[in-house]
């Protein structure tokens, strides 16, 4: 016979989740507000960080062979014709052509970290993280299940690594059953002898 569950005070199961959820809700209601009211510097204040130390920096002396550095600031960097005819549209000359120049070709900036693009097919480029990991993938015995998608280097691999895991292998010994086993030893002989 099962126990009746006691439910106190009766009729708690029908207000028991709803009580919880306004619990929570005014519970997170209640810390994002005092949260919130601390970093707008209302209500308690936060404690003192301490004074501020200014510090003032200044360039340190140079050693004896040493030359001063260009400051970046002064460093002039000549702007191509078009962005300095946007840039200062009310400085022309009233005499200057009003005719645009034609478009010059915009070369992309090489990506950082990239090889060299090879010249020819003889070029040898250093081999990336990614030429390795492929590498590995292929002659994995995932990549050795296909021969036909690998180069004769990674086959050869492939094939004595196949070689060392066969010459590794535990002999086949027989069955069990004398019978069977020398029918097997007369089959293998004759298919051997037709090869």
Known sequence: MRKPELIWPPGAESWRKPAIVAASLLLHAG???WIGLRTMGLGTPLPDQGPVVYVQLEPRPLMADETPRQPVAARQVEAPPLARAMTAP?????DEDETPSP???RLAAPAPNAPPAPADGWTVRPR???DRIGQGLRTSPVGCASPDLLSAAERAICDDRFGRRAAAARPIEGTGNPER???????GARRLAEY
């Open 181 to 187: 086993d020398a029918r097997f030893a007369r089959e």
């Open 90 to 94: 009310n400085l022309r000359d009233e």
């Open 31 to 33: 810390l994002l507000a």
């Open 103 to 105: 478009p010059s070709p």
């Open 128 to 130: 990336t993280l990614g």
